[in-house]
T-cell receptor, first 115, second 112 residues
Framework: NAGVTQTPKFRILKIGQSMTLQCTQDMNHNYMYWYRQDPGMGLKLIYYSVGAGITDKGEVPNGYNVSRSTTEDFPLRLELAAPSQTSVYFC??????????????FGPGTRLTVL | AQSVTQLGSHVSVSEGALVLLRCNYSSSVPPYLFWYVQYPNQGLQLLLKYTSAATLVKGINGFEAEFKKSETSFHLTKPSAHMSDAAEYFCAVTTTGNQFYFGTGTSLTVIP
């Protein structure tokens, strides 16, 4: 199993540009998540999904969009990039079943800089 | 809503000394609690998790944590620090699996 993969690893955007961060997992997990990590701030949840076709906002969703058309893929879209979106983005997945949650498995991250 | 507080953003210990990283949580329902480790330029890796079974949880690399409901704590310990333990450590809580709430992290430095 590759686990959770993310592309690209690094990206520099100009203000106002758009891009999609890709995330794929091959563990057949039902839950998937997008976080951003800023220095000294820990991880903040942007969006999550509990299954294909179902997504919901996390703590910091403004400026982002997601979709989940398959169990495996959970892309994150930035429509109009702003300097405040400079961050490291992590995708994660987990298996949630009745009676408890499994561990979150994290991808290696995408380092995004908006200039 | 849940939350996690990690006391001490930076902790330094000597090699071979006890490691103690503090985590206190807030939750109105029984929580699931996790400790993750992050090495530079990498994603997070699970160290251990509490899911309402034994209150003393053993994880990888010699780490363990004890769930104390009366103190709302889930502190991470390791009897003897190793140089390879130097990393960022995050405590996290969830009750539904929908949203995980992470602490702001503790950077562990191990002094030779």
């Amino acid at each position: 199993n590759a686990g959770v993969t993310q592309t690209p690893k690094f990206r520099i955007l100009k203000i106002g540009q758009s891009m999609t961060l890709q995330c794929t997992q091959d563990m057949n997990h039902n839950y998937m998540y997008w976080y951003r990590q800023d220095p000294g701030m820990g991880l903040k949840l942007i969006y999550y999904s509990v299954g294909a076709g179902i997504t919901d906002k996390g703590e910091v969703p403004n400026g982002y969009n997601v979709s989940r058309s398959t169990t495996e893929d959970f892309p994150l879209r930035l429509e109009l990039a702003a300097p405040s979106q400079t961050s490291v983005y992590f995708c994660a997945s987990s298996l949630w079943e009745a009676g408890g949650t499994d561990t979150q498995y994290f991808g290696p991250g995408t380092r995004l800089t908006v200039l | 809503a849940q939350s996690v507080t990690q006391l001490g953003s930076h902790v330094s210990v000597s090699e071979g000394a006890l490691v103690l990283l503090r985590c206190n949580y807030s939750s109105s329902v029984p929580p699931y609690l996790f400790w993750y480790v992050q090495y530079p330029n990498q994603g997070l890796q699970l160290l251990l998790k509490y899911t309402s079974a034994a209150t003393l949880v053993k994880g990888i690399n010699g780490f363990e944590a004890e769930f104390k409901k009366s103190e709302t704590s889930f502190h991470l310990t390791k009897p003897s620090a190793h140089m390879s333990d130097a990393a960022e450590y995050f405590c996290a809580v969830t009750t539904t699996g929908n949203q995980f709430y992470f602490g702001t992290g503790t950077s562990l430095t191990v002094i030779p």
